[in-house]
């Protein structure tokens, strides 16, 4: 039984040692951009999320809102298209790439882009996302951008 216990407080002790706060996913709160009347449906709201996610992914989420004066509450769903999403990465704050548009394949609420814009070398760097959602309006589409908080590797 003491045998047990002494394990059980070094291994208490061990993962209170490791550093607090360290996570491997970082994302943005959910933002409002804009509102708009996508053809054929009210008032929507355009809102977005981007973050950093597992070891240097970038991420963006695009999403419809039913309008709420921008609260980004109640989702709304859209037709093919209507929504898009692209990522831009960046590396101890230098820009690596885009992934260029995305739009939505399928009637949706929310489309999300995952996709890999820099390379993670041996040391530590720090990585965040510029995450552009967009939303059809006619023959073209609106846009806003979020940036997702910084995450170290």
Request: hydrophobic share 40%; proline share 4%; aromatic share 14%.
């Given at each position: 039984?003491?045998?047990?216990?002494?394990?059980?407080?070094?291994?208490?002790?061990?993962?209170?040692?490791?550093?607090?706060?360290?996570?491997?996913?970082?994302?943005?709160?959910?933002?409002?951009?804009?509102?708009?009347?996508?053809?054929?449906?009210?008032?929507?709201?355009?809102?977005?999320?981007?973050g950093i996610v597992d070891t240097?992914?970038?991420?963006?989420?695009?999403?419809?809102?039913?309008?709420?004066?921008?609260?980004?509450?109640?989702?709304?769903?859209?037709?093919?298209?209507?929504?898009?999403?692209?990522?831009?990465?960046?590396?101890?704050?230098?820009?690596?790439?885009?992934?260029?548009?995305?739009?939505?394949?399928?009637?949706?609420?929310?489309?999300?882009?995952?996709?890999?814009?820099?390379?993670?070398?041996?040391?530590?760097?720090?990585?965040?996302?510029?995450?552009?959602?967009?939303?059809?309006?006619?023959?073209?589409?609106?846009?806003?951008?979020?940036?997702?908080?910084?995450?170290?590797y």
């Amino acid at each position: 039984m003491r045998r047990r216990g002494i394990v059980a407080l070094v291994v208490a002790a061990y993962v209170l040692a490791l550093p607090a706060g360290v996570s491997a996913t970082r994302y943005s709160n959910v933002t409002w951009f804009l509102n708009w009347i996508p053809s054929g449906f009210p008032a929507t709201e355009l809102c977005g999320q981007s973050g950093i996610v597992d070891t240097a992914r970038n991420y963006n989420q695009a999403l419809s809102k039913v309008w709420n004066y921008g609260a980004c509450g109640a989702s709304r769903v859209l037709p093919a298209t209507f929504l898009g999403s692209a990522v831009y990465g960046y590396r101890d704050g230098n820009y690596c790439g885009n992934s260029g548009y995305y739009y939505s394949t399928v009637a949706t609420a929310g489309w999300q882009l995952w996709a890999t814009m820099c390379s993670n070398p041996a040391g530590s760097q720090s990585f965040h996302t510029v995450g552009t959602s967009l939303g059809k309006a006619g023959s073209g589409y609106l846009a806003g951008s979020v940036t997702s908080p910084a995450q170290s590797y």
